[in-house]
Protein backbone atom coordinates (compact mmCIF):
# COMPACT_ATOMS: atom_id res chain seq x y z
CA UNK A 1 0.00 0.00 0.00
CA UNK A 2 1.32 3.72 -1.04
CA UNK A 3 0.75 7.04 0.44
CA UNK A 4 2.31 9.93 0.56
CA UNK A 5 1.24 10.65 4.13
CA UNK A 6 5.13 10.86 5.41
CA UNK A 7 6.22 12.97 2.28
CA UNK A 8 3.65 15.95 2.89
CA UNK A 9 4.18 15.64 6.85
CA UNK A 10 7.67 15.90 6.48
CA UNK A 11 6.75 18.59 3.97
CA UNK A 12 4.91 20.76 6.06
CA UNK A 13 6.78 20.13 9.44
CA UNK A 14 4.13 17.98 11.01
CA UNK A 15 5.71 15.74 13.49
CA UNK A 16 3.88 12.09 13.83
CA UNK A 17 2.75 12.51 17.26
CA UNK A 18 1.05 16.01 15.88
CA UNK A 19 -0.11 14.52 12.82
CA UNK A 20 -1.98 11.46 15.41
CA UNK A 21 -3.55 14.37 17.87
CA UNK A 22 -4.85 15.96 14.69
CA UNK A 23 -6.74 13.20 13.43
CA UNK A 24 -7.57 11.40 16.56
CA UNK A 25 -5.64 8.42 16.54
CA UNK A 26 -2.42 7.02 17.67
CA UNK A 27 1.53 8.03 16.88
CA UNK A 28 1.67 3.90 16.79
CA UNK A 29 -0.75 3.72 13.76
CA UNK A 30 0.25 7.22 11.77
CA UNK A 31 3.80 4.82 11.85
CA UNK A 32 1.68 1.92 10.91
CA UNK A 33 0.28 3.63 7.99
CA UNK A 34 3.04 5.48 6.46
CA UNK A 35 4.79 2.62 6.20
CA UNK A 36 2.02 0.62 4.67
CA UNK A 37 0.91 -2.15 7.13
CA UNK A 38 -2.67 -0.73 7.52
CA UNK A 39 -5.11 0.80 5.09
CA UNK A 40 -6.42 3.68 6.47
CA UNK A 41 -10.43 3.56 7.54
CA UNK A 42 -12.68 5.96 5.14
CA UNK A 43 -12.76 8.69 8.17
CA UNK A 44 -9.60 8.23 9.44
CA UNK A 45 -8.68 8.70 5.20
CA UNK A 46 -10.40 11.97 5.09
CA UNK A 47 -8.78 13.72 8.65
CA UNK A 48 -5.49 13.14 7.10
CA UNK A 49 -6.71 14.56 4.02
CA UNK A 50 -8.19 17.79 5.55
CA UNK A 51 -5.06 18.04 7.59
CA UNK A 52 -2.59 17.46 5.59
CA UNK A 53 -4.17 19.72 2.96
CA UNK A 54 -4.65 17.76 -0.15
CA UNK A 55 -7.07 15.51 -1.96
CA UNK A 56 -7.69 11.71 -1.20
CA UNK A 57 -6.48 10.70 -4.93
CA UNK A 58 -3.01 12.59 -3.90
CA UNK A 59 -2.66 11.27 -0.37
CA UNK A 60 -3.96 7.92 -1.45
CA UNK A 61 -2.55 7.48 -5.27
CA UNK A 62 -4.94 5.39 -7.24
CA UNK A 63 -7.76 6.03 -4.96
CA UNK A 64 -10.03 8.13 -6.71
CA UNK A 65 -10.73 4.98 -9.50
CA UNK A 66 -11.12 2.91 -6.83
CA UNK A 67 -12.94 4.48 -5.16
CA UNK A 68 -15.79 5.10 -7.83
CA UNK A 69 -15.74 1.48 -9.23
CA UNK A 70 -16.59 0.94 -4.71
CA UNK A 71 -19.30 3.35 -5.15
CA UNK A 72 -20.56 1.65 -7.89
CA UNK A 73 -20.64 -1.86 -6.83
CA UNK A 74 -22.86 -0.39 -3.48
CA UNK A 75 -25.49 1.24 -6.01
CA UNK A 76 -25.88 -1.90 -7.63
CA UNK A 77 -25.99 -3.56 -5.19
CA UNK A 78 -27.30 -1.82 -2.41
CA UNK A 79 -28.80 -4.75 -0.02
CA UNK A 80 -25.62 -6.45 0.10
CA UNK A 81 -21.90 -5.69 1.28
CA UNK A 82 -19.23 -5.64 -0.73
CA UNK A 83 -17.32 -8.68 -1.33
CA UNK A 84 -14.08 -9.39 0.00
CA UNK A 85 -12.21 -8.51 -2.97
CA UNK A 86 -14.07 -5.50 -3.63
CA UNK A 87 -12.70 -4.35 -0.07
CA UNK A 88 -9.64 -5.48 -0.34
CA UNK A 89 -9.08 -3.83 -3.90
CA UNK A 90 -9.69 -0.27 -2.60
CA UNK A 91 -7.77 -1.31 0.16
CA UNK A 92 -4.81 -1.80 -2.04
CA UNK A 93 -4.65 1.80 -2.86
CA UNK A 94 -4.66 2.48 1.14
CA UNK A 95 -8.39 3.31 2.44
CA UNK A 96 -10.02 0.64 4.16
CA UNK A 97 -14.00 1.00 3.62
CA UNK A 98 -15.50 -1.70 5.93
CA UNK A 99 -16.31 0.41 8.88
CA UNK A 100 -16.96 -2.86 10.91
CA UNK A 101 -14.84 -3.41 14.40
CA UNK A 102 -13.85 -6.99 14.16
CA UNK A 103 -13.26 -9.29 17.43
CA UNK A 104 -11.43 -12.75 16.79
CA UNK A 105 -12.27 -15.08 19.81
CA UNK A 106 -9.51 -18.00 19.94
CA UNK A 107 -9.80 -21.25 22.08
CA UNK A 108 -6.68 -23.44 22.24
CA UNK A 109 -6.96 -27.21 22.86
CA UNK A 110 -7.19 -28.03 26.25
CA UNK A 111 -7.15 -24.44 27.30
CA UNK A 112 -10.49 -23.44 29.40
CA UNK A 113 -10.24 -19.48 28.59
CA UNK A 114 -10.87 -17.89 24.96
CA UNK A 115 -8.58 -15.35 23.77
CA UNK A 116 -9.69 -12.29 22.71
CA UNK A 117 -8.01 -9.91 19.60
CA UNK A 118 -9.44 -7.11 18.16
CA UNK A 119 -8.46 -7.07 13.80
CA UNK A 120 -8.33 -4.56 11.38
CA UNK A 121 -10.87 -5.20 8.39
CA UNK A 122 -7.75 -6.59 6.12
CA UNK A 123 -6.40 -8.82 8.70
CA UNK A 124 -10.19 -10.40 9.23
CA UNK A 125 -10.42 -11.11 6.11
CA UNK A 126 -7.27 -12.04 5.34
CA UNK A 127 -7.31 -14.82 8.60
CA UNK A 128 -10.42 -16.25 7.46
CA UNK A 129 -8.74 -17.70 4.65
CA UNK A 130 -5.64 -18.84 6.30
CA UNK A 131 -7.26 -21.03 9.42
CA UNK A 132 -8.61 -23.07 7.25
CA UNK A 133 -5.54 -24.27 6.01
CA UNK A 134 -4.09 -26.61 8.77
CA UNK A 135 -1.53 -28.21 7.00
CA UNK A 136 -1.86 -32.72 7.68
CA UNK A 137 0.25 -34.28 10.51
CA UNK A 138 3.37 -35.51 8.47
CA UNK A 139 4.44 -32.17 6.72
CA UNK A 140 5.80 -29.21 8.09
CA UNK A 141 4.21 -27.31 10.97
CA UNK A 142 1.33 -24.39 10.49
CA UNK A 143 1.31 -21.15 12.37
CA UNK A 144 -0.93 -17.92 10.78
CA UNK A 145 0.31 -14.91 12.00
CA UNK A 146 -1.70 -11.71 12.48
CA UNK A 147 -1.10 -8.15 13.98
CA UNK A 148 -3.52 -7.00 16.48
CA UNK A 149 -3.43 -2.95 17.79
CA UNK A 150 -0.74 -3.25 19.40
CA UNK A 151 0.97 -6.92 18.94
CA UNK A 152 2.04 -10.22 16.43
CA UNK A 153 0.68 -13.07 17.32
CA UNK A 154 1.05 -16.47 15.69
CA UNK A 155 -1.54 -19.41 16.04
CA UNK A 156 0.03 -22.92 16.30
CA UNK A 157 -3.37 -24.22 13.93
CA UNK A 158 -2.93 -28.04 15.22
CA UNK A 159 -4.13 -26.11 18.82
CA UNK A 160 -6.81 -24.01 17.38
CA UNK A 161 -9.93 -25.84 18.63
CA UNK A 162 -12.07 -23.54 18.07
CA UNK A 163 -12.07 -19.48 16.83
CA UNK A 164 -14.97 -16.86 15.71
CA UNK A 165 -15.06 -13.32 13.79
CA UNK A 166 -17.51 -10.84 15.59
CA UNK A 167 -18.35 -7.73 14.38
CA UNK A 168 -19.52 -4.26 16.20
CA UNK A 169 -21.62 -1.89 14.28
CA UNK A 170 -19.45 1.10 12.73
CA UNK A 171 -17.73 3.80 14.93
CA UNK A 172 -18.17 7.68 14.40
CA UNK A 173 -15.24 7.91 16.21
CA UNK A 174 -11.38 7.18 15.23
CA UNK A 175 -9.48 4.56 18.00
CA UNK A 176 -6.61 5.94 19.33
CA UNK A 177 -5.65 3.14 22.31
CA UNK A 178 -1.86 3.48 22.33
CA UNK A 179 0.13 0.20 23.10
CA UNK A 180 -1.05 -1.67 26.02
CA UNK A 181 1.26 -4.77 24.82
CA UNK A 182 4.36 -5.24 27.77
CA UNK A 183 5.23 -8.46 27.67
CA UNK A 184 5.66 -11.16 25.54
CA UNK A 185 3.30 -14.36 26.75
CA UNK A 186 3.98 -18.02 25.39
CA UNK A 187 0.76 -20.47 25.50
CA UNK A 188 1.93 -24.20 25.93
CA UNK A 189 0.08 -27.00 24.88
CA UNK A 190 -2.06 -27.92 27.54
CA UNK A 191 -0.98 -25.09 29.86
CA UNK A 192 -3.68 -22.86 31.11
CA UNK A 193 -1.80 -19.98 31.91
CA UNK A 194 0.72 -18.22 29.74
CA UNK A 195 4.74 -17.61 30.37
CA UNK A 196 5.49 -14.13 30.49
CA UNK A 197 8.51 -12.38 29.46
CA UNK A 198 9.86 -8.87 29.57
CA UNK A 199 11.83 -7.95 26.84
CA UNK A 200 13.98 -5.54 25.35
CA UNK A 201 13.57 -4.17 21.75
CA UNK A 202 14.22 -6.23 18.87
CA UNK A 203 17.71 -4.33 17.45
CA UNK A 204 19.44 -5.89 14.50
CA UNK A 205 22.85 -7.36 15.71
CA UNK A 206 25.56 -5.07 14.01
CA UNK A 207 27.93 -8.34 14.00
CA UNK A 208 25.57 -10.07 11.89
CA UNK A 209 24.64 -9.31 8.50
CA UNK A 210 21.51 -11.44 8.16
CA UNK A 211 20.27 -10.87 12.18
CA UNK A 212 17.34 -9.05 11.96
CA UNK A 213 16.26 -9.84 15.47
CA UNK A 214 15.14 -12.52 17.56
CA UNK A 215 11.21 -12.44 17.45
CA UNK A 216 11.32 -11.01 13.63
CA UNK A 217 13.80 -13.94 12.89
CA UNK A 218 11.20 -16.27 15.52
CA UNK A 219 8.45 -14.98 13.45
CA UNK A 220 10.03 -15.11 9.84
CA UNK A 221 10.30 -19.10 10.21
CA UNK A 222 6.71 -19.94 11.61
CA UNK A 223 5.50 -18.43 8.28
CA UNK A 224 8.67 -20.01 6.07
CA UNK A 225 9.35 -23.65 7.38
CA UNK A 226 8.88 -25.22 11.00
CA UNK A 227 9.08 -28.52 12.59
CA UNK A 228 8.00 -30.10 15.85
CA UNK A 229 11.26 -30.62 17.20
CA UNK A 230 12.53 -27.21 16.09
CA UNK A 231 13.09 -24.62 19.50
CA UNK A 232 12.67 -20.70 18.85
CA UNK A 233 14.89 -18.98 21.02
CA UNK A 234 15.39 -15.37 22.48
CA UNK A 235 16.77 -13.61 25.31
CA UNK A 236 14.80 -11.81 28.45
CA UNK A 237 15.13 -8.83 29.77
CA UNK A 238 17.78 -10.34 32.44
CA UNK A 239 19.96 -11.03 29.83
CA UNK A 240 18.88 -14.96 30.66
CA UNK A 241 18.66 -17.52 27.50
CA UNK A 242 14.62 -18.90 26.59
CA UNK A 243 13.77 -21.77 24.46
CA UNK A 244 10.59 -22.49 23.35
CA UNK A 245 9.93 -25.67 21.64
CA UNK A 246 7.88 -25.24 18.51
CA UNK A 247 5.75 -28.46 18.73
CA UNK A 248 4.60 -27.49 22.37
CA UNK A 249 3.88 -23.76 21.16
CA UNK A 250 0.29 -22.99 20.80
CA UNK A 251 0.45 -19.34 20.57
CA UNK A 252 2.95 -16.32 20.97
CA UNK A 253 2.47 -12.43 21.46
CA UNK A 254 4.53 -9.82 20.99
CA UNK A 255 4.19 -6.14 21.33
CA UNK A 256 4.55 -4.72 18.46
CA UNK A 257 7.22 -1.79 19.85
CA UNK A 258 9.18 -5.20 20.27
CA UNK A 259 9.41 -5.71 16.93
CA UNK A 260 9.28 -2.59 15.32
CA UNK A 261 11.81 -0.65 17.35
CA UNK A 262 13.66 0.82 14.29
CA UNK A 263 10.16 2.65 13.38
CA UNK A 264 10.86 5.39 16.18
CA UNK A 265 9.21 8.51 15.02
CA UNK A 266 11.49 10.64 12.99
CA UNK A 267 11.69 14.81 14.22
CA UNK A 268 10.89 16.36 10.78
CA UNK A 269 12.28 19.87 9.79
CA UNK A 270 10.94 21.80 9.31
CA UNK A 271 -11.50 16.90 -10.06
CA UNK A 272 -10.97 16.99 -6.44
CA UNK A 273 -15.03 18.22 -5.30
CA UNK A 274 -16.27 15.07 -7.42
CA UNK A 275 -13.48 12.91 -5.31
CA UNK A 276 -15.34 14.11 -1.63
CA UNK A 277 -18.94 13.34 -3.08
CA UNK A 278 -17.64 9.95 -3.93
CA UNK A 279 -16.29 9.77 -0.44
CA UNK A 280 -18.99 11.08 1.54
CA UNK A 281 -21.46 8.81 -0.69
CA UNK A 282 -19.27 5.62 0.65
CA UNK A 283 -19.16 6.68 3.98
CA UNK A 284 -22.95 7.18 3.95
CA UNK A 285 -23.45 3.96 2.82
CA UNK A 286 -20.98 1.81 5.18
CA UNK A 287 -22.28 3.11 7.90
CA UNK A 288 -26.26 2.66 6.96
Known amino acids: MHNKIKALRSKNGISQRELAKRVGTSQQQIQRLETGQVAARVELARKLSDSLGVPLSVLFP???????KFSKGIKE??????????????????????????????????????????????????????????????????????????????????????CHFLFDAPSNSVRTEESSMLRVMAYLCGNHEPFEFGVEPDFDSPDEEDDSGAFRNIFFYMETHVEEHDRFYFVDEDGEDVFLR??????????LWVISADMDEEEDEGDDDEEDLVVDELATTTNS
Not at 62 to 68: F, N, P, V
Not at 246 to 255: E, K
Open 62 to 68: GSKKALG
Open 77 to 162: EPRYLPSNEAYDELAQTGIEADPRLWTFFVLLRSHKKVIKFELEPAEKRRLFRLVQEEKEAAETMSFVLFDTIDERVAINLRELAY
Open 246 to 255: AGDLALLRVP
